[in-house]
C-alpha cells in the first residue's frame, strides 16, 4: 500500500474540516425556526386581521373530502391569500404542526399552518381538535401554509 505524504494528509483534513462545516451552517439554516423545518415564526406574514370577517374556505370537523381538497390546493399554491376557517385534529410531525382529519380507514390528509408568535410549547397539543381561521400564505418559495394569530386558534372540547 503506498504511503500518504504529509502535504497529501493535510489536504484531506482540511477537505474534511471544510465539509464538516458546510454541513454545520447547513444545518444550522434549515433547523433555524423562520426556514424550512421550524414551527417557530421568526419570519412574520403580514395579516389584517380585518380579513378574518371573510371566509373564502371552509372545511367542517369530519369533511375528509374536503379537507383533502383544499390540502392539495394548499400545496399546489391555488388559494394563496385565502381565508380558510378549519376545525380539525393536530398533528404534530417533527417540528410542524398540521391539522388534519382522518378517513374511516385511518387514512389522514391536511395541512400545516404556523400561528404568530407561537413557540413550539405553545401549540396545541398531539391529536386535540381545533379551530382555527387562517390565511394561505407562502412561507417559503413553492411552500404554503395556513398563518394564524393566536386569537385565532382555539381547542374545541366535546361535550
Not at 500518504?4 to 494528509?9: E, G, H, M, W, Y
Not at 444550522?28 to 426556514?35: C, E, K, L, T
Not at 389522514?108 to 400561528?115: A, D, L, Q
Request: no cysteine; aromatic share 6%.
Amino acid at each position: 500500500m503506498a504511503k500518504l505524504s504529509k502535504n497529501t494528509i493535510i489536504g484531506i483534513v482540511v477537505a474534511v474540516v471544510v465539509v464538516v462545516v458546510i454541513a454545520i451552517i447547513v444545518g444550522v439554516v434549515n433547523n433555524n425556526p423562520g426556514n424550512s423545518g421550524g414551527s417557530g415564526t421568526d419570519q412574520t406574514i403580514e395579516i389584517d386581521e380585518e380579513e378574518f370577517s371573510t371566509i373564502d374556505i371552509n372545511i367542517d370537523f369530519g369533511d375528509y373530502a374536503e379537507m383533502e381538497a383544499q390540502a392539495k390546493a394548499i400545496q399546489n399554491g391555488e388559494t394563496v391569500g385565502s381565508i380558510m376557517m378549519i376545525e380539525g385534529i393536530v398533528s404534530h410531525p417533527g417540528n410542524k404542526f398540521s391539522i388534519v382529519e382522518e378517513d374511516e380507514n385511518g387514512n389522514k390528509i391536511g395541512t400545516e399552518f404556523v400561528v404568530e408568535g407561537f413557540a413550539k410549547e405553545d401549540y396545541p397539543k398531539e391529536g386535540e381538535r381545533v379551530m382555527l381561521t387562517g390565511k394561505v400564505v407562502e412561507k417559503e418559495p413553492m411552500y404554503y401554509v395556513i398563518w394564524t394569530l393566536p386569537d385565532y386558534i382555539e381547542v374545541v372540547t366535546e361535550e
